[in-house]
């Protein structure tokens, strides 16, 4: 019986087992190497968007690599590839999109944004807190404020004011 689970426990890891394709390219100088490896972390892949085609293991990040191992052994430039990208996939594709109409509130949004919230800022510092705080008082105003406040025109308690504890 224990040789049956054994048996088991080795049958199910090889199935399991991982195996991963390792991609090898082989170029003929190392500046075409360097040009592959710099087109690889600023091209985009398009199907998983947040991860250049270098980082990702998405197929279609698969065919892109090879697109650009295939055009670098051509003899195209990294400004040719990234236009032959760019036609075929959008401006997505790169990771600093030009600056087109399409394109104008990637760059001048989060200008406009910190814009907008500074001259807000601005506005509501120099606005009064309140009117209260506006009025200013003339002489029989004040008189008539502290009449009602029980004090007299010279800042003493006046004499109808019961100045007794209430508590007793």
């Known amino acids: 019986m224990k040789r049956f689970w054994l048996a088991l426990v080795l049958a199910s890891s090889v199935v399991f087992s991982v195996s991963a394709a390792i991609e090898v390219y082989e170029f003929d100088d ?10 690889g972390k600023e091209l985009r892949c398009p199907k998983c968007q947040n991860n250049n085609i270098a980082d990702s293991n998405a197929g279609l990040a698969q065919d892109l690599r090879l697109k650009v191992y295939e055009m670098l052994k051509q003899g195209k430039n990294e400004d040719e590839i990234v236009e032959y990208m760019v036609a075929r996939y ?6 600093n999109p030009p600056l087109t109409a399409s ?17 807000v800022l601005i506005m509501r ?24 406040l029980g004090d007299d025109a010279a800042g003493k308690p006046s004499a109808n004011k019961n100045n007794k504890d209430t508590n007793g």
Do not use: M
């Open 125 to 148: 510092s120099r606005k009064p807190k309140s009117k209260a705080a506006q009025a200013q008082l003339d002489g029989d105003e004040q008189a008539r404020l502290a009449a009602l």
């Open 30 to 39: 190392p500046a075409q190497e360097a040009a592959f490896h710099q087109l």
């Open 103 to 119: 394109t104008l509130i990637l760059w001048a949004g989060p200008v406009l944004c910190v814009l907008i919230g500074f001259t």
């Open 90 to 95: 959008g401006n997505f594709v790169t990771y």
